[in-house]
């Protein structure tokens, strides 16, 4: 007989003693962390052959329900088969009995170290309204990768290098994965399955001015230059990793602009993709010595299908509008099957390059736990670490947004030493100036002369933005505001604009975004980009907005759907959902 709380035996019991209330420990408010014990314990009991017993201490009164989510634990207690004698399939979590009224969301929450994605689904799993839904949501996860993480600090200085990339492979081939070294904690991290790896300096500026002289928590000898990791566990890989300056580079600087190889296009790839490019699109790269290609690089998130269609919509009207070649970045963490499954045919189609890119929130940065905050993080924490140094400028664009214009213009322009450029919020439309909060208050205090800028278009200067530590900055500010559930109500907007005193924004010209909410009606005809913002005021769904602002979306819309329907033709109905049961929710509904 013992107590066991958080998965820790509190203590023994002797056969006569009694249980008092100082014994137990106490789930004072329903949480994951309450859901989740119970069935710890149920699995536990079965493993151990032990009789389990848990005592709920729940609050006596409450404002509003504290659970406002479906949980279902999946642990199975041993290997499960089948009749005929085959191991079954694996773990399954079924939910019965929902609400039928309620716009659900299905999620995974994982162990820290885990990298798990939706590979198979013919559902929207951000919107689902089960009174549409013919049967049974179902939808497939795979476990992808295994995060190894780590430290890595200057043994001289005591610092993290800052922008010192690491790679990671196997003996057949030692660059699959590679990664950046960011400033907070010397932070980094890289994708890897189970086995045994080696971790690298990568060749150019990182081996050339550094050295590793120590490591832990690895296995192969401290003092090894090549650094051997194995993989054998579903437990987080942690280690530590110092480094020095070689004696004849003393003086150098890992990020200086003046010193950049010239191959440096050449020996760098993607920070998380280099190991799927066969899938990705994004084409073969130039041969050692050649120049650089010209390419726009457009980054975007979208999660959802209705902002997947916006998404695409986007993408055409960028390409429409332009005649460098495009390559287009996506966060792979909340793009939906179809997406992924269908984003190669546009790519054919359309002929531009894109990439997938991933990120693991770290463990020590402050959780969000709402996706759509989740999303807005990404925008705005991990521009540092999320693309390779050869990427010198990266220009976002939100999924909702229409390009009238050659973004080109925007990725020259002149930001004047600052790191990223925004547009500020338009004041043209005075109806609305009861909504403008930057007006007042805080924001009007803290910006002084400065305008309150919108995330919905920016263009950021990497080289700068590395240079001057501007990931860190913002991702030092997040973590110091964002332990107040009052603070960073519009985080990937808020965050740069509370950050405008240590890291500058340079205000774009007002025509590269309009948005009807807060621009008045004369000046759309010079717009360069149209967001598709939400109004406060008439809270217009955005799709009947979008057809209505801005008359080539509908246009922009059929040719996609052409395009998905012939994909659809040749791969077969099997596999991917019809265009009108792809769209026919989207019709109905807004994000969440």
């Not at 009164?61 to 949980?71: A, G, I, Q, V």
């Not at 002149?414 to 790191?419: H, Y």
Request: aromatic share 10%; net charge negative.
């Amino acid at each position: 007989r013992a107590v066991i709380g958080n998965g820790r035996i509190l203590g023994l019991f002797e056969e006569q003693e009694e249980f008092t209330m100082e014994d137990f420990h106490l789930l004072e408010r329903i949480t994951l962390s309450g859901s989740a014990e119970k069935v710890k314990t149920k699995v536990l009991s079965q493993v151990v052959n032990v009789r389990l017993q848990v005592f709920m201490n729940c609050r006596a009164k409450l404002s509003e329900m504290p659970l406002k989510s479906f949980y279902r634990f999946v642990l199975e207690s041993d290997v499960t088969f089948l009749a005929n004698e085959t191991v079954s399939s694996g773990p399954v979590a079924r939910f019965t009995e929902l609400p039928e009224s309620l716009l659900l969301t299905l999620n995974m929450i994982t162990p820290e170290s885990w990298m798990v994605q939706a590979v198979s689904s013919l559902h929207d799993l951000d919107n689902i309204h089960l009174q549409e839904v013919k049967g049974v949501v179902a939808a497939e996860f795979e476990l992808e990768h295994l995060l190894l993480e780590g430290h890595c600090f200057d043994l001289s200085t005591g610092q993290p290098p800052r922008g010192l990339q690491f790679t990671l492979g196997m003996s057949r081939d030692p660059l699959m994965y590679d990664t950046i070294v960011m400033a907070n904690l010397g932070y980094f991290q890289l994708k890897a399955n189970p086995g045994a790896w080696t971790l690298r300096l990568r060749k150019g500026r990182s081996e050339d001015i550094y050295e590793i002289v120590t490591h832990d928590g690895t296995d192969s000898p401290a003092d090894a230059g090549n650094v051997i990791v194995v993989l054998n566990s579903f437990h987080s890989k942690i280690i530590k990793v110092k480094v020095q300056k070689k004696a004849e580079s003393i003086n150098e600087d890992l990020l200086s602009e003046t010193s950049e190889s010239k191959g440096i296009w050449d020996s760098i790839v993607s920070v998380w993709s280099t190991f799927e490019k066969s899938i990705t699109g994004g084409g073969a790269r130039k041969d050692d010595g050649d120049k650089k290609e010209d390419v726009l690089n457009i980054f975007s998130v979208a999660s959802g299908h209705l902002y997947e269609r916006f998404l695409r919509i986007m993408m055409l009207s960028v390409l429409r509008h332009t005649n460098t070649p495009v390559k287009f970045w996506f966060l792979k963490n909340y793009l939906s099957p179809s997406f992924k499954e269908t984003i190669s045919h546009m790519a054919k189609s359309y002929g531009f390059q894109f990439e997938l890119v991933q990120y693991k929130w770290p463990r020590w940065l402050h959780q969000q736990t709402e996706k759509q905050r989740i999303i807005w993080g990404y925008k705005i924490l991990f521009l540092d670490v999320l693309f390779p140094l050869a990427v010198d400028k990266i220009i976002f664009v939100d999924a909702d947004q229409i390009v009238r214009a050659d973004l080109k213009e925007l990725r020259d322009l002149d930001l004047e030493g600052a790191p990223y450029g925004y547009t500020p919020f338009c004041d043209s439309r005075r109806e609305m100036d009861g909504y403008r909060f930057w007006k007042s208050g805080y924001w009007a205090s803290h910006l002084g002369h400065r305008r309150y800028h919108i995330s919905a278009l920016y263009v950021v200067d990497l080289k700068k933005f590395r240079k001057i530590a501007a990931g860190d900055r913002l991702r030092g500010q997040y973590q110091a505001l964002s332990q107040d559930p009052n603070s960073l109500s519009n985080l990937d907007q808020d965050l740069p604009n509370n950050m405008i005193h240590q890291v500058a924004i340079q205000s774009l010209p007002q025509d590269w975004l309009w948005c009807e909410t807060w621009c008045d009606d004369s000046s759309k005809a010079t717009a360069k980009t149209i967001d598709l913002c939400n109004n406060p005021k008439t809270k217009e769904p955005k799709l009947m907005a979008a057809a209505r602002i801005v008359p080539e979306w509908v246009e922009y819309d059929n040719e996609i759907k052409e395009l998905l329907g012939r994909v659809q033709g040749e791969a077969g109905a099997t596999h991917n959902p019809s265009p009108s049961q792809h769209h026919k929710a989207d019709t109905r509904r807004d994000e969440l």
